[in-house]
């Protein structure tokens, strides 16, 4: 409950400071309410990267108002970006909301050029829960196989102190906190590998580049991040690495888009890297 409260404020944070910002175009991307998203910056555009960003909120709270200032790191870097929606537990769990993010993916393949972006040039970025859901569609053809899509039609994968990269590990975390054996059975079912990102990594997949951000306080989060550069390193996939310091697990996204952001300078260089600019 303490989490819900405190996502509760953020969400009213996130609505109060976006006031100001042009308002997002809303689009629907399948036939749950909860299949939507927003697109930011499509003025003046053409054939700009296009960044999905996946917001967390522990499975069940997220929300695309959480775009906080990352519409202002997009305006900077030229970038038309996507903040989406997806359904959420208990009606639905983690392969849902994989292929959620999947099928927004498949939908700015369709649409982005639309709206100004290039649809060969998609990054998928994702924070908390959402790094563990964009992580698991990088690493795994399952999701985007569905919509007809491979892994390689994603130019890089961007995780903001994600979670659940060894999804054992964060039941055991989800345990501690809530002191229920079953505090997790409702996200990740019983076979819990599945949704493991540091499980599902293979060689020769085509998995896209990724670039793992992550605050250097959390110790069960560096440890899923190290069980994550094990495998792609094993796999000899293409990444990159950084702690984020004097930050945290929220500011880390809240802050993205401010001009003094390490996360957005990464970011951007990275997307700037994989998408030839």
Do not use: C
Request: net charge negative; no cysteine.
């Amino acid at each position: 409950m303490a989490f819900r409260r405190f996502a509760a404020a953020l969400i009213g944070l996130v609505l109060w400071t976006g006031a100001a910002e042009a308002a997002p175009q809303t689009h629907a991307y399948g036939e749950d309410p909860r299949q939507t998203l927003d697109i930011y910056g499509d003025d003046d555009l053409t054939d700009a990267p296009v960044l999905l960003h996946v917001p967390g909120g522990g499975w069940a709270n997220q929300d695309k108002a959480m775009a906080w200032s990352i519409p202002r790191f997009a305006g900077r870097e030229d970038i038309l970006l996507a903040v989406m929606d997806y359904r959420a537990p208990p009606d639905f769990d983690a392969a849902d909301q994989a292929q959620d993010v999947a099928m927004a993916v498949a939908w700015l393949k369709a649409n982005a050029a639309a709206h100004g972006g290039d649809p060969g040039r998609i990054f998928v970025m994702g924070h908390s829960a959402g790094g563990h859901l964009a992580a698991l569609i990088g690493v795994d053809p399952f999701y985007l196989e569905a919509q007809g899509l491979n892994l390689s039609d994603l130019a890089g994968v961007i995780l903001l102190d994600g979670a659940a990269y060894d999804a054992a590990l964060q039941a055991d975390y989800l345990k501690s906190v809530y002191g229920s054996e079953n505090a997790s059975a409702h996200i990740f079912g019983p076979d819990i590998s599945v949704f493991t990102p540091a499980d599902r990594v293979r060689p020769d997949m085509g998995t896209p580049p990724f670039l793992i951000l992550y605050v250097s306080q959390r110790g069960y989060g560096i440890r899923q991040v190290h069980a994550l550069e094990a495998a792609f390193d094993a796999a000899r996939v293409d990444y990159e690495t950084a702690a984020v310091r004097d930050s945290d697990h929220v500011r880390i996204a809240y802050e993205f888009g401010e001009p003094g952001s390490p996360a957005g300078r990464a970011a951007a260089r990275f997307i700037r890297k994989h998408s030839g600019r």
